[in-house]
């Protein structure tokens, strides 16, 4: 409770603030129609007002949240106006990237740890990756593959699987790394296999890194997955529906659509955290 | 066919030589370190090139490099002005009010524990937001032309330098801080001499991911919107006209600006942390 209190007095400041920019940046509008009808409004008129508009500048809290509550449960999950609709699609798209991505990963950092010339030649250029704007190929992987005849799941998912595929060979070989030289000479007096170090020792001390790295790449999936429904001209997906909603103006519905992608992306990072806490606490590394 | 053939020849070959060079003494120098990564990645464009002039590929699924390279060449004033709408306007600005405001904050909230306990967790929690989304808000806000795109840019690249900001503030150990308090040094003097630089690591761990960030914000916000220049712009309409020579020119520009930011960072660091352990080496 006492953690707690902070986040909550610093949310609610936050929820303050964004009734009071609702007023600020609707009421023109409101003066405007008002002039126009040839009538004069008051404050206590203005502010009300500013918070109930179909297309405001800025919707207010309870206006977005009536929307996600709309197209969570005011619908049924199978119609186009359905958030869980649009939200399952980008997230079909973004696991099943995150699938590939990560498993990829995984075994190209085995193989830079096990092969010095892969390292050597491989490592610079994964790191180099991370400081390159990887997102601007999004739209030509979606209309290159749409044009060869693949489309709906797996373009996206492609774009989602190279995002989060370097943070995890970056992550993985710095913790396939990590045991330290007494550890391994251990292993080798042993005589243990260069197998059977990764089965034994490399794997299991790697953890902490692995999921360090699954939480940028389950993050970086999504935007992926957002960002790759947009150029095929807005079909379906939280990015399409953030598309749509800014060609014609429905700023509720992309504050909704945003909100949503949120709490995607904060529910898939907290899903991973808490696999890492179970695993981590089985592992005997974290009380 | 010889293209295939030759290509997979020449992919055999280097391969033998790096797996050499691995092995050799080499590798103990830094400009030897160098050979390796960048005869992979020439082995790559080669093998690129190959299989894309061997197997007939159409350029408009995947042009060959050198297609990409001619089209950079006789293009430099295009590439040069989305470069200038996008990275310096756009980006740059972005960043530095971004940053700017991250760290101020950052030095404010320092001395309330509260507001610390209260703004980290919400920081945190929205560094790891698909925060690209409001690209869509602030065009429809600030306009077509580069403000929205500093917009964009300010509110991605807020919150990762802030978490680190504040994290690096608390970076100076007790013992340390102790001393400054036996020294008489106020809460300023205290900050600006021991805890501002012991946060120096932290701060720039935050702005070399904001680099990233900045140009992925400047780019994507394009797609929605923006005056008819601008890298984003540019990929976003020559993709429609299957024009893939132009969007990897593009690309290529991205791709170098975002390096050489993310190196100019890297290298103001080194200059400003040159005590810290991980500069060392």
Same mark, same amino acid.
């Given at each position: 409770?006492?953690?707690?209190?902070?986040?909550?007095?610093?949310?609610?400041?936050?929820?303050?603030?964004?009734?009071?920019?609702?007023?600020?940046? @609707?009421?023109?509008?409101?003066?405007?129609?008002?002039?126009?009808?040839?009538?004069?409004?008051?404050?206590?008129?203005? !502010? &009300?007002?500013?918070?109930?508009?179909?297309?405001?500048?800025?919707?207010?809290?309870?206006?977005?949240?009536?929307?996600?509550?709309?197209?969570?449960?005011?619908?049924?999950?199978?119609?186009?106006?359905?958030?869980?609709?649009?939200?399952?699609?980008?997230?079909?798209?973004?696991?099943?990237?995150?699938?590939?991505?990560?498993?990829?990963?995984?075994?190209?950092?085995?193989?830079?740890?096990? @092969?010095?010339?892969?390292?050597?030649?491989?490592?610079?250029?994964?790191?180099?990756?991370?400081?390159?704007?990887?997102?601007?190929?999004?739209?030509?992987?979606?209309?290159?593959? @749409?044009?060869?005849?693949?489309?709906?799941?797996?373009?996206?998912?492609?774009?989602?699987?190279?995002?989060?595929?370097?943070?995890?060979?970056?992550?993985?070989?710095?913790?396939?790394?990590?045991?330290?030289?007494?550890?391994?000479?251990?292993?080798?007096?042993?005589?243990?296999?260069?197998?059977?170090?990764?089965?034994?020792?490399?794997? &299991?001390?790697?953890?902490?890194?692995?999921?360090?790295?699954?939480?940028?790449?389950?993050?970086?999936?999504?935007?992926?997955?957002?960002?790759?429904?947009?150029?095929?001209?807005? !079909?379906?997906?939280?990015?399409?529906?953030?598309?749509?909603?800014?060609?014609?103006?429905?700023? !509720?519905?992309?504050?909704?659509?945003?909100?949503?992608?949120?709490?995607?992306?904060?529910?898939?990072?907290?899903?991973?955290?808490?696999?890492?806490?179970?695993?981590?606490?089985?592992?005997?590394?974290?009380? | 066919?010889?293209?295939?053939?030759?290509?997979?020849?020449?992919?055999?070959?280097? #391969?033998?030589?790096? %797996?050499?060079?691995?092995?050799?003494?080499?590798?103990?120098?830094?400009?030897?370190?160098?050979?390796?990564?960048?005869?992979?990645?020439?082995?790559?464009?080669?093998?690129?090139?190959?299989?894309?002039?061997?197997?007939?590929?159409?350029?408009?699924?995947?042009?060959?490099?050198?297609?990409?390279?001619?089209?950079?060449?006789?293009?430099?004033?295009?590439?040069?002005?989305?470069?200038?709408?996008?990275?310096?306007?756009?980006?740059?600005?972005?960043?530095?009010?971004?940053?700017?405001?991250?760290?101020?904050?950052?030095?404010?909230?320092?001395?309330?524990?509260?507001?610390?306990?209260?703004?980290?967790?919400?920081?945190?929690?929205?560094?790891?937001?698909?925060?690209?989304? %409001?690209?869509?808000?602030?065009?429809?806000?600030?306009? +077509?032309?580069?403000?929205?795109?500093?917009?964009?840019?300010?509110?991605? *690249?807020?919150?990762? *330098?802030?978490?680190?900001?504040?994290?690096?503030?608390?970076?100076?150990?007790?013992?340390?801080?102790?001393?400054?308090?036996?020294?008489?040094?106020?809460? #300023?003097?205290?900050?600006?001499?021991?805890?501002?630089?012991?946060?120096?690591?932290? *701060? +720039?761990?935050?702005?070399?991911?904001?680099?990233?960030?900045?140009?992925?914000?400047?780019?994507?916000?394009?797609?929605?919107?923006?005056?008819?220049?601008?890298?984003?712009?540019? %990929?976003?309409?020559?993709?429609?006209?299957?024009?893939?020579?132009?969007?990897?020119?593009?690309?290529?520009?991205?791709?170098?600006?975002?390096?050489? +930011?993310?190196?100019?960072?890297?290298?103001?660091?080194?200059?400003?942390?040159?005590?810290?352990?991980?500069?060392?080496?």
């Amino acid at each position: 409770m006492r953690r707690a209190a902070p986040v909550l007095a610093v949310l609610g400041v936050i929820v303050a603030l964004w009734y009071g920019a609702t007023v600020w940046m @609707n009421a023109p509008w409101v003066r405007d129609q008002a002039a126009r009808s040839g009538t004069t409004v008051t404050l206590a008129q203005i !502010v &009300p007002q500013t918070m109930a508009q179909e297309r405001p500048v800025l919707p207010a809290p309870h206006q977005v949240a009536a929307e996600v509550w709309k197209g969570v449960a005011g619908q049924a999950v199978t119609s186009r106006r359905s958030l869980v609709y649009h939200g399952w699609i980008t997230l079909s798209a973004t696991l099943l990237g995150f699938a590939i991505g990560t498993g990829m990963g995984i075994l190209l950092a085995v193989g830079i740890v096990h @092969n010095r010339a892969m390292d050597l030649s491989v490592m610079p250029w994964a790191i180099a990756s991370q400081t390159i704007p990887i997102l601007a190929i999004a739209p030509m992987i979606i209309v290159v593959l @749409n044009s060869v005849g693949v489309q709906g799941l797996v373009p996206k998912a492609i774009i989602s699987a190279y995002l989060s595929f370097f943070p995890v060979v970056v992550g993985m070989v710095k913790g396939l790394r990590s045991p330290d030289a007494m550890q391994i000479d251990l292993l080798r007096t042993y005589g243990a296999s260069a197998g059977q170090v990764l089965g034994k020792l490399r794997w &299991p001390a790697s953890m902490p890194y692995l999921f360090a790295s699954l939480k940028v790449g389950i993050a970086a999936s999504l935007v992926g997955a957002i960002v790759g429904e947009m150029p095929t001209g807005a !079909v379906a997906g939280l990015g399409a529906r953030l598309l749509s909603g800014s060609y014609y103006g429905q700023t !509720v519905q992309i504050w909704a659509a945003l909100f949503m992608a949120a709490g995607l992306a904060a529910g898939l990072v907290a899903i991973v955290g808490a696999v890492e806490r179970a695993t981590l606490r089985r592992m005997g590394l974290r009380a | 066919m010889t293209w295939v053939v030759g290509t997979m020849v020449f992919w055999a070959a280097a #391969w033998a030589v790096n %797996i050499r060079l691995a092995a050799s003494g080499l590798m103990a120098h830094r400009a030897g370190r160098l050979v390796v990564p960048a005869l992979f990645g020439i082995t790559l464009l080669v093998i690129w090139e190959g299989l894309v002039r061997g197997l007939g590929v159409p350029a408009v699924i995947l042009p060959p490099p050198s297609a990409i390279a001619a089209r950079i060449a006789s293009s430099t004033d295009i590439l040069w002005a989305d470069f200038v709408q996008t990275f310096v306007k756009g980006a740059l600005s972005g960043y530095a009010i971004g940053c700017g405001a991250a760290l101020l904050t950052a030095v404010l909230i320092d001395r309330s524990a509260f507001l610390k306990a209260g703004l980290l967790p919400v920081g945190s929690f929205m560094a790891a937001l698909p925060v690209v989304g %409001i690209a869509p808000i602030l065009v429809m806000w600030f306009g +077509f032309d580069w403000q929205s795109k500093a917009a964009v840019v300010v509110v991605m *690249v807020y919150f990762p *330098v802030l978490v680190n900001a504040v994290a690096g503030l608390q970076a100076a150990e007790p013992m340390q801080r102790d001393l400054m308090a036996t020294w008489g040094a106020s809460h #300023w003097q205290s900050l600006w001499k021991l805890r501002v630089p012991a946060a120096l690591p932290f *701060v +720039f761990n935050g702005l070399k991911i904001a680099t990233t960030l900045a140009l992925i914000g400047a780019i994507v916000a394009e797609f929605f919107g923006s005056p008819t220049v601008g890298m984003g712009f540019r %990929i976003s309409t020559e993709v429609g006209r299957l024009a893939l020579d132009m969007v990897w020119a593009e690309i290529a520009v991205a791709a170098l600006a975002g390096s050489a +930011f993310y190196g100019c960072i890297a290298l103001i660091e080194r200059r400003m942390t040159f005590w810290h352990p991980s500069q060392r080496g």
